[in-house]
């Protein structure tokens, strides 16, 4: 069973930067669609991007357009989020998921697309 580790959270000051990991152990996620989530206090969980397994597809919410990238490397068995230009509302922690495989009849933009989920890293951007 794959098991994905986010790390790269921290505290920034709005307006700065941070970049998330997501490793995947114990087997492949190239056949797998990856997904940036995140979950404020009190809020349920929400799409932020999603990578598709050969890298060459992305989706973004609207909210996140323009200032955060999600990339990856299989050879590596890791996907990234870049967030630039962040803001307090985005204190949240964040979660990276994959999908069971390429082929999905869910929106990838919701959590039952996944399968596999990391532990999330918070992310607390100050004002």
């Known amino acids: 069973q794959v098991q994905l580790v986010e790390s790269g959270g921290g505290l920034v000051q709005a307006g700065g930067s941070l970049k998330l990991s997501c490793a995947a152990s114990?087997?492949?996620?190239?056949?797998?669609?990856v997904g940036w989530f995140r979950q404020a206090p009190g809020k349920e969980r929400e799409f932020v991007a999603v990578i598709g397994w050969s890298g060459a597809n992305t989706v973004y919410a609207d909210s996140v357009k323009g200032r955060f990238t999600v990339s990856r490397d299989n050879a590596v068995n890791t996907a990234w989020l870049q967030m630039n230009t962040l803001k307090p509302e985005e204190t949240a922690v964040y979660y990276c998921?994959?999908?069971?495989?390429?082929?999905?009849?869910?929106?990838?933009?919701?959590?039952?697309?996944?399968?596999?989920w990391g532990q999330g890293t918070q992310v607390t951007v100050s004002s």
């Open positions: 998921a994959a999908t069971p495989s390429p082929f999905s009849t869910v929106p990838l933009t919701a959590t039952r697309a996944y399968n596999v």
């Open positions: 114990g087997g492949t996620i190239d056949n797998s669609h």
